[in-house]
């Protein structure tokens, strides 16, 4: 199994507080995600990155903001937490040669809870 | 845009018959398909991977098949057990990307 290693794993923050996600893996892979899941949704993906300082925009990135300084951390920040980013958020990571067929590994998971 | 549908939300079946998950797609064929399994509290894990010029690929229990005619990826899970209990998903890459889509997923519970 990739290392790949979420904190927190569960966070309770407020409405309007700022709140960091961290992704870490022991891997070397290059490609990094952040994705949230909540009922009825399935998977979403939020931000991706190809490389260090290589980011974009994924299908629900509205209210988050990534950053990749380091090829081995990936973090997801919320600059202002509201009640509709509660969710659960997983970390995944990607070979190049993976790439080619997509096979992603999964961190564990981050529950947030905005109250 | 690309829509995944699996087409149940959950699914119970007695230990030992085949499971059968469905994965249907709209729009453009993909030029692969993904399966993973997600348990309670925890991040999926990948299970198969079918390209669209293969009709079907087998690992141990589980067989996948992809019809591209149809839309349509079938899962498949034989003498499925109670540790086979979990949720599958259904993933494939978007057109010209690398970022996959997933499916909302099926919750399989197989009944000892």
């Known amino acids: 199994d990739a290392g790949i290693t979420q904190s927190p794993r569960h966070k309770v923050t407020e409405t309007g507080t700022p709140v960091t996600l961290r992704c870490h893996q022991t891997?070397?892979?290059?490609?990094m995600y952040w994705y949230r899941q909540d009922p009825g949704h399935g998977l979403r993906l939020i931000h991706y990155?190809?490389?260090?300082?290589?980011?974009d925009k994924g299908e629900v990135s509205d209210g988050y903001s990534v950053s990749r300084s380091k090829t081995e951390d990936f973090l997801l920040t919320l600059e202002s937490a509201t009640s509709s980013q509660t969710s659960v958020y997983f970390c995944a990571t990607q070979t190049p040669s993976g790439a080619l067929t997509g096979e992603l590994f999964f961190g564990e998971g981050s529950r947030l809870t905005v109250l | 845009s690309q829509k995944i549908e699996q087409n149940s939300e959950a699914l119970n079946i007695q230990e030992g018959k085949t499971a059968t998950l469905t994965c249907n797609y709209t729009n453009y064929s993909p030029a692969y398909l993904q399966w993973y399994r997600q348990d309670p509290g925890r991040g999926p894990v990948f299970l198969l991977l079918?390209?669209?010029?293969?009709k079907e690929k087998r690992k141990e229990r589980l067989k996948v098949t992809f019809d591209t005619t149809l839309k349509q990826s079938l899962f498949h899970i034989t003498a499925s057990q109670p540790a086979d209990s979990a949720t599958y998903l259904c993933a494939f890459p978007g057109a010209g990307s690398y970022q996959l889509t997933f499916g909302k997923g099926t919750k399989l519970s197989v009944i000892p």
């Open positions: 990155s190809y490389g260090v300082k290589d980011t």
């Open positions: 079918i390209r669209e010029n293969e």
């Open positions: 891997e070397n892979h290059r490609y």
